[in-house]
């Protein structure tokens, strides 16, 4: 998989089309505080039905009666049926409504494609007006120290999209001078968010007697029932972000707010052989040498670690939001459940990619009224009834009860200040580093060296040598 740069789920989303980590509404997973990890059902989830209204939307007065000949062109990488693409097919309906005369032009694009060809198309003249980007450091960070992007923080301000946006979702649309996140302009903004949680095989656990751990020394016990029992506990994947999400949720679990700015913000200087990365590295060699997971796994990937527990192969696969919507459709052969990583108060996870409008932009006025018809309460709401996590939904739109404690969840972070964002984030080709540093972990190399190895990486990276 392409270095990313960021929660590298997107490849799931477009085939799932579902938030985050396929997502990974209201964001980060289950009805209970971060710190208890009590686990969710999802007994028998139904598909929700695509909305066919997205109801009244109040939008800002258009300060021109006719917007004849002038055309708004999107560009976004969801697929029509995922909870993205859903609302925002409703919100350019609303668009369409209100901006009377107007023509939109909403296109289709690879995520691979923009992902690797951003700088050169929003350098020509065949900018979008507006377009969904990867948020982090090396991708909308980068582009706005180019000057690609149009500085929103005036717009935010106007619109209240800064009181719509809980501060850690903010720090994905804000840079600073550098291109580094959590800055003071804003350059984007999102409408979803994605978190990391564990699925679990209820089942499974069920048949061998095995409850819901609330600690990790809880689960640790869990995972070895199930070793004793023959069953390899965790789907996990080397080859791709699955493994590097586990490791990252182990160093977690010692870690707090202020760690998390050092690794991610460059807040302060990060000692790689520190509590928390030490423990991390430890603990994933223990959870190898116990047969949690097996080298059988160094070489597979996101989408072969998900079939093994779509498959009831694995009771237990820690991955992202953006899975939660294929689940829902595709197990159909037993019951599965949600709880946060046992004992931990923070979990991988951000807002979902953002808009951004480009300077080139010839549109920009219909650009910010359409990322703020995106941010309205019926248009969010059609998202968490799609599976997403809206945002700025109303709680009481989004009946299925599954889909509710999945929302509830990721609302549970944001009131802890619990998203902690993603290992490979800090620095440019940090995803590849993780893969192959990890798959190292996996295969018996000491965690020393380990560590060693990411120092060596991340500090390289961030003097941008």
């Not at 209201?26 to 139904?46: D, K, R």
């Not at 009181?163 to 979803?192: A, E, H, N, R």
């Not at 199930?226 to 990252?248: D, L, M, N, S």
């Not at 703020?372 to 968490?384: R, W, Y």
């Amino acid at each position: 998989m392409p270095d990313l740069e960021g929660p590298v789920t997107r490849r799931e989303i477009l085939k799932k089309g579902v938030m985050g980590a396929a997502a990974l509404t209201v964001l980060p997973a289950v009805a209970a505080a971060c710190s208890s990890s009590s686990a969710t059902p999802v007994a028998t989830p139904t598909p929700a039905p695509t909305p066919t209204a997205a109801g009244p939307t109040i939008v800002p007065t258009p300060t021109t009666p006719n917007y004849s000949g002038r055309t708004l062109t999107i560009w976004d990488y969801e697929s029509a049926d995922s909870a993205m693409g859903q609302s925002w097919a409703a919100a350019i309906d609303t668009f369409k409504s209100t901006h009377p005369g107007a023509t939109v032009v909403h296109e289709a694009k690879a995520f691979e494609d923009i992902q690797s060809n951003a700088s050169m198309i929003l350098n020509s003249g065949s900018a979008p007006d507006v377009m969904e980007y990867n948020k982090g450091n090396a991708t909308a960070g980068l582009l706005s120290t180019q000057g690609l992007l149009t500085d929103l923080s005036s717009v935010a301000t106007a619109r209240g999209w800064d009181k719509i946006l809980t501060p850690s979702l903010q720090t994905t649309c804000k840079y600073d001078s550098k291109g580094i996140m959590g800055g003071d302009k804003w350059f984007g903004v999102t409408t979803y968010g994605e978190y990391v949680m564990v699925y679990y095989n209820q089942d499974m656990f069920k048949k061998y007697n095995i409850t819901v751990p609330t600690t990790l020394a809880d689960f640790e016990t869990a995972m070895d029932a199930f070793v004793k029992a023959g069953i390899t506990p965790v789907a996990t994947a080397g080859a791709e972000y699955i493994a590097q999400q586990v490791f990252y949720q182990l160093v977690l679990s010692q870690a707090n707010r202020q760690w998390v700015n050092d690794y991610e913000l460059f807040a302060n200087p990060v000692d790689f052989h520190d509590t928390a990365l030490t423990f991390g590295a430890t603990e994933f060699t223990k959870w190898m040498k116990n047969s949690y997971m097996t080298k059988n796994e160094v070489a597979l990937t996101a989408q072969q670690a998900g079939d093994n527990f779509m498959a009831g192969k694995n009771p237990i696969f820690p991955t992202g939001s953006w899975w939660y919507g294929s689940f829902i459709t595709e197990i159909t052969k037993f019951k599965w459940g949600i709880f946060l990583f046992p004992g931990n108060t923070m979990a991988p996870g951000s807002s979902g990619n953002i808009w951004v409008i480009p300077t080139g932009s010839k549109n920009a006025d219909m650009a910010e009224d359409f990322i703020d018809i995106t941010l309205t309460t019926p248009i969010q709401n059609i998202m968490g009834r799609a599976g997403g996590l809206p945002v700025n939904a109303d709680p009481t739109a989004i009946t299925d009860p599954a889909l509710q404690a999945f929302n509830q969840s990721f609302q549970t972070l944001l009131k802890n200040d619990g998203l902690a964002y993603y290992p490979d984030w800090p620095v440019a080709g940090f995803y590849n580093v993780l893969v192959s540093n990890v798959q190292n972990l996996m295969n018996g190399q000491d965690p020393s060296k380990f560590l060693d190895s990411l120092a060596t990486a991340y500090n390289a990276g961030k003097s941008g040598s």
